[in-house]
């Protein structure tokens, strides 16, 4: 089995920051992707990456930069962090079988 | 325009009880619909999928889903719950590029011991 490691798990941030995330996956994964999680709104679709490279954006790619350097990464940029902005980050890698497989989530508080 | 429509917020019942968890859907084309569990603090899980074939697929867990084209539905079931089920369920669709996965807005569910 794999697992895919998001990092860093609690993110406190600053308005105007611009803040990181990281996603780690060792199942060799072509494709992985960027979602976002309000509370009783889902999951929306910020960037995907097909292979090494490749940035596709989704619903919600606005203040968000992406970046897919190697296949075992996939970095999320919040561009300038908006005040009291709350969300749960979580990435995702996809085997090619129509599957998700998520990392634990990047939970981010903007103060 | 795609949608998934969960019409449950948040569902309770008691351990050993059946529970049914509603998904509608609003796809053009081809798709795959699947469901995947939450536990809290944690990412998602998957749990079973439908694409063609037998309209009812089983999962883990004892979970099944029965897919209706006529409903735009795909539900999922399970006939006697543990507390341990209790998490957030999110129903989703895809096509066959997988480029994009639509999730509802999750069902809480809550299995009282």
């Known amino acids: 089995g794999g697992i895919i490691t998001q990092t860093p798990k609690f993110l406190i941030g600053q308005e105007g920051q611009k803040l990181t995330l990281k996603c780690q996956q060792n199942?060799?994964?072509?494709?992985m992707y960027w979602y976002r999680q309000d509370s009783g709104k889902g999951l929306r679709l910020i960037y995907y990456s097909i292979t090494e490279n490749d940035l596709q954006k989704g619903d919600l790619s606005e203040g968000y930069d992406a970046s897919r350097e190697k296949k075992s990464s996939f970095s999320l940029t919040v561009t300038s962090a908006q005040k009291n902005e709350m969300a749960v980050f979580l990435c995702a890698s996809s085997t090619g079988d129509e599957r998700l497989f998520f990392g634990h989530g990047t939970k981010l508080s903007v103060l | 325009t795609q949608t998934v429509s969960q019409s449950d917020a948040h569902v309770t019942v008691f351990e050993g009880d059946s529970v049914e968890l509603r998904c509608n859907y609003s796809y053009g084309g081809s798709i795959y619909l699947s469901w995947y569990i939450q536990h809290h603090g944690r990412g998602l899980q998957f749990l079973l999928k439908?694409?063609?074939?037998?309209?009812v697929v089983q999962g883990v867990n004892g979970f099944k889903a029965e897919f209706s084209k006529s409903d735009s539905s795909f539900h999922l079931r399970k006939a006697s719950v543990h507390w341990s089920d209790s998490a957030v369920y999110f129903c989703?669709?895809?096509?066959?590029?997988?480029?994009?996965?639509?999730f509802g807005k999750g069902t809480s569910l809550t299995v009282i011991p």
């Open positions: 199942f060799n994964h072509d494709t």
């Open positions: 439908y694409y063609s074939g037998n309209p």
């Open positions: 989703a669709v895809t096509n066959t590029g997988y480029q994009n996965f639509y």
